[in-house]
Every structure is written in structure tokens, then in C-alpha cells.
């Protein structure tokens, strides 16, 4: 039997650039999903969920069936290709990660359950799962993510930002500075990325790209976006101003400008809701609420369309902030 625990990502600033070749901030989150798994010697996956109160049996090589289990299965069926495992298997599974908050349950459900089938396998580090993880993501699920999420979670601790190159996937990890509280607040509105919006963003960033002539949006400057039309001049405008925006954030970090680096997250703000336009309205109030309330800085984080946004606050703040930001939005509750 193993076990495993992988925890859940909040990004603090580098959104929707983890497949355009920028770098990107997440990190690991006190909430997690607990796998175990064993061998059942039989011919199906037996999967169990305390989250779901239900278990489910399915063939070792059914499709994806839009349910739950989809991404444990498409991770045992990965495992499977690979020779890490052999045969059906017992899963069972508990998370503390909101599902469908932007917080990445999915990623890690799927690092935990490739975690586990790969056992001591010493050849498998954390790198190549967060690529399995991504291929399951894109291939079995058939949601054409990017990198973040899957690194995140198979290399992030928690309390330590984890800056992501995503085009080589080389990192470097920078602690949080101790007066400085991350707050991450679910907006009380639910999202899915399986519902085509994530798809049709990600192909309007590589026609961008293919217009204007390299390889990732990133690395196009902001003049020769200007020349686009204008749908696909404001996501390039929005990827290409996100990624100078994530690399000052580094910087801002490193130094702990905390002023700075609150800017950035609401200039990173404005330009998801009016460029990539991936916001929604009573997220765009509550984020500002949060920075008219004392935060640094405030922004939707993950793909966005409701789930989360992330605070950034002084430490000696976040105490009498939190109830006013409720009081003016009690349906939303504060996750870390
Ligand atoms: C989702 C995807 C990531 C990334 C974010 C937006 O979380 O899984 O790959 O694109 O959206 O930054």
C-alpha cells in the first residue's frame, strides 16, 4: 500500500502565461489531497472518495467519463503505459481542496495518484510527474492546461513561492517574507475549465503568437501587439504585460517591497478583467473591496471565471481586515 499527500496551488501573479512562455508564482497551500492505493490483482479500478461519499468501479482501460474519478483513473492509466504499475487498483482518496476554486484540485489529485503508482521508483522525480500529470490533464481529461498547476503541486512547500520558468520548467524557490500574509478568499462563485473557455483562450493566445511571429506570446513586445486585431490585441496585450508583471513580482519578493508588489497584483487585476477578460463582476468587487479595506493588493487567481482571489496584506493587518472584507460579502469564505 502507499500513500500519498499532494497539497493545492494558489498563484500569487504570472496568470495565464504558463503556456506562452512566461514565469509564473504559485504556492503549495495547507490543503491537500490524501491518496492510498494498492494493488487489487483484478481487472478494474475500484475508486473511493470520502469527498464524494461513493465509490465507483470502472474497467483499467475505460475513457473518461466526465466523472470525479476521471483524473485518478487517467492517472492509473498513464502508470499503466509506463510499467510503474500493473493491474487494477484500490484508490482511495480525501481531499481538503474546493473543487473547481481555481485552487488546483484536479492537478493534484492526479500528481497524487502518479506519486503513488510510481512508488520508490528513484528514475521518477517530481519534474517528470508534473509532466505525466500535465499529459493526463491534456490527453485523458482534454483540458489543454499548461505546466503551473502540476509543478506547483508535485514541487511546492508551503509558505514558499515557487518562481517557475515555464518554458524549461527550471524554478527557484523564495520563502514569503515573514510580515506579509497571503490570503486566499473564495469568491462563493463556482467554476469548471472542462467547459470550452479555457480552450478557446488558449487558442486565441497561439493564433497571437502565429500573427506575430514567435514562438511564445511572452516574448512579443507590446508595440507589435498593438497591430492585432482587437480581440486578439488585448490577450496578447494582457500575456505579454503579465509576463514584465511576474518578473518584477520576483523581484519584489526577493527585496520584500511589499507595496510593489500588492501594485502588480492589481495591475495583473485590471488587465484579466478588461484584456483577457476571464473575471467576473462580483469578483472585480470583492477585489477591490480588499485593497479599499487595507490590502496591498488583490486579484482573481487560476483561470479565473469566479473560484478564488488571492490578498496580499501586512501581517500586523490581516487580523481586523479579514471581518470588514466579509461583512461587505458573506458569501465568500476564506480558504488560507
Ligand atoms: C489553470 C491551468 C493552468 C494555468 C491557469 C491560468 O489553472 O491549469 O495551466 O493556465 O489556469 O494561469
Known amino acids: 500500500m502507499t500513500f500519498v499527500t ?3 496551488r494558489v498563484n500569487l501573479i504570472g496568470e495565464w502565461i504558463d503556456f506562452n512562455g512566461g514565469t509564473v508564482l504559485p504556492m503549495a497551500l495547507p490543503q491537500s489531497v490524501q491518496l492510498e492505493l494498492h494493488a487489487n490483482g483484478g481487472q478494474q479500478d475500484r475508486i473511493q472518495s470520502e469527498q464524494f461519499a461513493d465509490h465507483i468501479d470502472f474497467d483499467i482501460s475505460a475513457p473518461a467519463a466526465s466523472h470525479w474519478s476521471d483524473y485518478v483513473r487517467g492517472a492509473l492509466q498513464y502508470a499503466r503505459a509506463q510499467g510503474w504499475l500493473t493491474g487494477g487498483q484500490d484508490v482511495s482518496l480525501k481531499s481538503t481542496i474546493p473543487v473547481g476554486a481555481g485552487l488546483s484540485s484536479s492537478a493534484a489529485t492526479i500528481v497524487a495518484a502518479l506519486k503513488a503508482s510510481s512508488g520508490d521508483l528513484v528514475c521518477v522525480d517530481p519534474v517528470s510527474i508534473a509532466h505525466a500529470a500535465k499529459a493526463v490533464e491534456n490527453e485523458f481529461i482534454g483540458v489543454p492546461c499548461g505546466i503551473m498547476d502540476q509543478m506547483a503541486v508535485a514541487i511546492g512547500t508551503n509558505g514558499n513561492v515557487l518562481a517557475l520558468d515555464t518554458r524549461d520548467c527550471s524554478y527557484e524557490i523564495i520563502p514569503v517574507p515573514t510580515d506579509w500574509t497571503i490570503a486566499v478568499v473564495h469568491s462563493g462563485i463556482g467554476r469548471a475549465l472542462a467547459d470550452g473557455r479555457y480552450k478557446t483562450r488558449r487558442e486565441e493566445c497561439l493564433k497571437a503568437a502565429d500573427a506575430l511571429n514567435v514562438s511564445y506570446l511572452c516574448e512579443a513586445n507590446l508595440e507589435a501587439a498593438q497591430a492585432l486585431p482587437e480581440a486578439l490585441g488585448k490577450r496578447a496585450r494582457h500575456v505579454i504585460s503579465e509576463g514584465h508583471r511576474s518578473l518584477r513580482a520576483i523581484d519584489a519578493l526577493k527585496s520584500g517591497d511589499r507595496q510593489t508588489f500588492g501594485l502588480l497584483m492589481q495591475e495583473s487585476h485590471t488587465s484579466l478583467r478588461d484584456d483577457f477578460e476571464v473575471s467576473v463582476p462580483e469578483m ?20 479565473g471565471f469566479g473560484g478564488c482571489f488571492v490578498c496580499l496584506i501586512a501581517v500586523d493587518r490581516a487580523e481586523a481586515w479579514w471581518p470588514k472584507l466579509q461583512a461587505r460579502h458573506p458569501g465568500m469564505k476564506r480558504i488560507a
Open 6 to 8: 499532494t497539497p493545492g
Open 284 to 303: 472585480d468587487a470583492m477585489v477591490r473591496d480588499a485593497v479599499e479595506l487595507g490590502a496591498d493588493g488583490a486579484r482573481m487567481t487560476g483561470a
